[in-house]
């Protein structure tokens, strides 16, 4: 199985920029989906991103369809998503996770394994 640890989360200011690395150990990377998702305060985990096992294939909110860029390289064992244009209602805890399946998914339950999550802060 997987284990997933993100990074890059933290404080940032209303139309900056901030990359979050997901990485991955044991298991093989090249055969997961990988989505990005996150949860504020008082609300329910939602989804953000996904991206194929291959790359091929990736998937957005509309909340941030054309801020953020989901990508991964297998050869490094990590996914990452970009997020540019940043707003405060984009505070939450990122989470990365991870799928084996045939296709990629939007429903948090579909995915098994889900790294500690990192917080994303933005200020305005």
């Known amino acids: 199985q997987v284990q997933l640890v993100e990074s890059g989360g933290g404080p940032v200011q209303a139309g900056n920029s901030l990359r979050l690395s997901c990485a991955a150990s044991?298991?093989?990377?090249?055969?997961?989906?990988m989505g990005w998702f996150r949860q504020a305060p008082g609300k329910e985990r939602e989804f953000v991103a996904a991206?194929?096992?291959?790359?091929?294939?990736?998937y957005y909110a509309d909340s941030v369809k054309g801020r953020f860029t989901i990508s991964r390289d297998n050869a490094k064992k990590t996914a990452y998503l970009q997020m540019s244009t940043l707003k405060p209602d984009d505070t939450a805890v990122y989470y990365c996770?991870?799928?084996?399946?045939?296709?990629?998914?939007?429903?948090?339950?579909?995915?098994?394994?889900w790294g500690q999550g990192t917080q994303v802060t933005v200020s305005s």
């Open positions: 996770a991870a799928r084996l399946a045939a296709l990629f998914a939007t429903v948090p339950s579909e995915y098994r394994y």
């Open positions: 044991g298991g093989t990377f090249s055969a997961y989906h």
């Open positions: 991206i194929s096992n291959r790359g091929v294939s990736t």
